[in-house]
């Protein structure tokens, strides 16, 4: 399992953010229904939001990208950047709960 972890530079509270968060709102069904999608997070701080997302595969994000679905909201959420997105992919290594 991979972990893809993006960092998006929108400020919460702004009209920017509002709108971002009315977008993840209006998507995320879409998202988490994406083949070997597992689970979606989305955090706020103080000045970016962070997306956390789950998959089965780098294949399965890849194809992801790939979407229709991806190609609507992608190019939405950039329009809505003040700076540079920063992203990363992990290995899954250890999962815990409780």
Request: hydrophobic share 45%; with cysteine.
């Amino acid at each position: 399992m991979i972990v893809r972890i993006v960092q998006l530079p929108i400020v919460p509270g702004t009209p920017n953010g509002v709108e971002f968060e009315a977008l993840f709102q209006a998507y995320k069904t879409a998202i988490l229904a994406a083949s070997g999608c597992q689970r979606v997070q989305l955090l706020a701080a103080s000045n970016c939001f962070f997306t956390y997302s789950w998959w089965d595969s780098e294949n399965d994000l890849n194809a992801y990208r790939d979407s229709a679905t991806f190609g609507v909201v992608w190019p939405k959420t950039k329009a809505l950047f003040s700076g540079k997105p920063q992203a990363w992919t992990c290995n899954s290594l250890e999962h815990m709960t409780k």
